[in-house]
């Protein structure tokens, strides 16, 4: 006997045997916590490419290790270092310095002799909770989403630890993890329950509603599951190790999000059965009861009597937006930049002060033998033409290593360490200076490691990187739609609209982070750049999370078609059955990506405002005006097939849908399926009887 295994197989089983799949699920959860004790995590040390990470490798190989430095930063407005007051603070510091790290403390002196130069997520539960409760109006089934989110998470955070002896992870795939699995976690549970309400809503029991929840929701999330997870995929591109750690985390938790809304969560759903609205809280939204929204069919009404109007409308506005992203620059900074407390006007305001206070770029040279004295008089020369072409601040220091073939100089450059006098400062460093210098030792190897050098090699690995990304992304979420829908002209919509959606997030961040007028209001000081690796975070996160909606919306729009309606029919219909799924989850995802727009480190505060701004935009410009004004516009060659593509097999949609599923209100009788080969809407036009 043949068994075929698809989501209503498995959700049939599942509401069949409840306890035993909510109990092989938790085992699952168990196992995967169970496996990163056995393992253990193996963290990523660094995550260097480039020449930087040349001279680290350098550094290894020969057991040499520059000096490290901690710094302190006191001053008075009123006093200056000689008054005894001030002195007795920072010899106080000093002391302090000198007892916590041990070594020898040094103090230097601003010339005005002022300063002596002595660093979301917890809301996130809570807000997600929230939306869901506002927008199903019962507590029981605004939980059901964040548990299945929860657990999801929870197992590949144990999963991280065998992940992590492949690809070494970075401290940020934790929190990466946490972000994306909540998002997807709940859009997914949303699917399922707002889907088997809906159908009990219109009298079905509780295992057929499921089946039939199970039959369509449940194809669209694993394709939906699918398309996020090639989305991430695509920062394997990069070719570093923080992203690979990234892929392989977001790729892992969004497997675990699909694998519990499809095993587990009908389970979930047939114990409840009517329970799921217990907790009801008066009046609130009850979404999935059987009513329809009213304000999104309403908008969508205006669009398709308008079409073109509401198209360009809509377009100029997300170009206008975008524009912005023209001017686009990029930078990797320092780790004070991101992790410290202080503020940016305090850090210039040290960088004026004190110039050599600024990451040094380390020299790590190693000489073959017998050309030792020729090595440090070329040393000695590049100290002086550091100084003469005015890129290094005195004093600088020379290391040995344990083998003595190798040696450092750390030469502090001007400027910050991420602004423009510290990259030219490099530039010329690595470009002239050494090879002047170093470079005409024979034989003698020689790289540049340190903050600023590694942040630049970073940044230019990301932006060699990022086209490799875009294409395989789009490729590849392009075969997926053409299989699942049979249509060539919804997966090149598809990419146009994300694309004009991430576009627009691009164009805010420039607007927001790249000039001024936003600082007092989100508490920051402009830097003149966006973090290098968000451009390629945000396209595969934004893109993801953008085919959750269109795959969502497209389903139910193409079975109302299906079942007999016109194409605007069938967008009222669609639109109306999942503006409310759609808005609660953008909602969710809106709230929780806020949070992080008021954290204090630049990197978390930009991506917070760059994913809210997206979704925001994508979940009601782009699929509530733009998304259906197309449609209306291209009519039935929205559903394209040419015929040379005829061979394609029946996709997720096809499988899933049935012509006998009962619409709100009886539908229109279907029209014969069209026999002509001719017919724009392609070969996979016809019903399925």
């Not at 990163?36 to 490798?57: C, D, F, I, P, W």
């Not at 089946?211 to 920062?235: D, F, K, L, P, Y």
């Not at 100290?383 to 601040?393: E, P, S």
């Not at 170093?438 to 230019?460: I, K, M, R, W, Y």
């Amino acid at each position: 006997m043949r068994i075929r295994l698809s989501p209503t197989t498995i959700g049939r089983w599942s509401a069949r045997r409840p306890w035993l799949a909510i109990a092989l699920w938790l085992a699952f959860v168990v196992l995967a916590v169970a496996a990163l004790g056995l393992t253990g995590s193996k963290s990523l040390q660094g995550g260097v490419t480039g020449e930087a990470a040349r001279a680290e490798n350098m550094l290894t190989a020969h057991k040499s290790r520059p000096v490290q430095y901690e710094f302190a930063y006191v001053h008075s407005d009123t006093l200056r270092a000689g008054d005894p007051t001030f002195r007795a603070a920072i010899t106080k510091v000093a002391g302090s310095m000198q007892r916590a790290l041990g070594g020898h403390v040094t103090m230097s002196l601003s010339a005005g002799g002022h300063s002596a130069l002595v660093r979301a997520e917890q809301l996130s539960l809570p807000v997600t909770l929230l939306v869901l409760l506002i927008a199903f109006g019962a507590l029981v089934a605004a939980v059901v989403p964040v548990l299945l989110g929860a657990t999801a998470v929870i197992a590949t955070f144990g999963l991280l630890g065998p992940i992590s002896q492949v690809f070494p992870l970075d401290s940020s795939v934790k929190v990466i993890v946490l972000l994306i699995g909540m998002a997807v976690g709940v859009d997914y549970a949303l699917f399922y329950v707002i889907r088997s309400r809906e159908e009990r809503a219109r009298g079905l029991a509780s295992h057929e509603a499921l089946e039939r929840t199970s039959r369509t929701s449940g194809h669209t999330v694993i394709v939906a599951g699918t398309t996020v997870a090639i989305a991430m995929a695509g920062q394997f591109m990069i070719g570093t190790d923080i992203f690979n750690g990234i892929a392989a985390g977001t790729i892992v938790v969004i497997a675990c999000a699909v694998a519990g809304s499809v095993t587990v969560l009908p389970a979930v759903l047939e114990l409840l059965g009517p329970r799921i609205d217990r907790g009801r809280i008066p009046f609130l939204p009850h979404l999935g009861s059987g009513e329809d929204s009213r304000f999104w069919p309403a908008v969508v009404d205006r669009v398709l009597r308008r079409p073109l109007l509401s198209l360009l409308a809509s377009v100029a506005l997300l170009v206008a937006l975008a524009i912005p992203a023209l001017g686009l620059h990029v930078s990797q900074p320092s780790s004070d930049v991101i992790k410290s407390p202080v503020p940016a006007s305090l850090r210039a305001r040290i960088t004026n002060e004190f110039p050599n206070a600024g990451p040094p770029a380390i020299v790590v040279f190693s000489w073959p033998t017998g050309e030792r004295a020729r090595a440090a008089q070329a040393v000695h020369q590049l100290q002086n033409l550091a100084v003469a072409r005015g890129i290094a601040h005195p004093p600088f220091t020379i290391g040995g290593s344990l083998d003595g073939r190798a040696g450092t100089l750390e030469l502090p450059l001007g400027g910050s360490g991420d602004d423009a006098a510290s990259k030219h400062a490099l530039a010329v460093l690595r470009d002239q200076l050494i090879p002047r210098t170093l470079g005409h030792v024979p034989h003698l190897q020689v790289g540049v490691t340190g903050e600023t050098a590694q942040n630049a090699d970073f940044t230019s690995q990301m932006k060699h990187g990022l086209p490799y990304v875009i294409a395989f992304v789009l490729v590849l979420a392009f075969v997926i739609l053409l299989f699942t829908f049979r249509s060539i002209v919804v997966p090149i919509k598809a990419i146009a609209l994300n694309l004009l959606s991430v576009g627009a997030s691009y164009g805010v961040l420039v607007l927001v982070f790249q000039h001024h007028w936003a600082q007092g209001l989100l508490g920051f000081h402009s830097t003149g750049w966006v973090i290098s690796w968000l451009p390629v975070f945000l396209f595969v996160v934004l893109f993801g999370l953008s085919m959750d909606y269109h795959v969502f919306i497209l389903n139910r729009v193409r079975e109302g078609i299906d079942s007999g309606m016109s194409n605007d029919e069938g967008l009222r219909y669609g639109i109306a059955r999942t503006a409310g799924v759609v808005t609660s989850a953008a909602l969710v995802m809106f709230g929780v990506f806020s949070l992080f727009a008021t954290a204090s480190a630049l990197d978390l505060k930009q991506a917070g405002v760059g994913l809210a701004v997206a979704v925001i935009l994508d979940a009601t410009v782009v699929r509530a005006v733009l998304l259906p004004a197309s449609m209306k516009l291209l009519g039935d060659w929205n559903w394209y097939l040419p015929s040379w593509l005829g061979w394609l097999p029946k996709g997720a949609v096809d499988k899933g849908r049935r012509a006998d599923t009962p619409l709100a209100g009886p539908p229109p009788t279907p029209d014969p399926p069209s026999q002509d080969r001719n017919d724009p809407r392609g070969a996979g036009w016809a019903l399925e009887r």
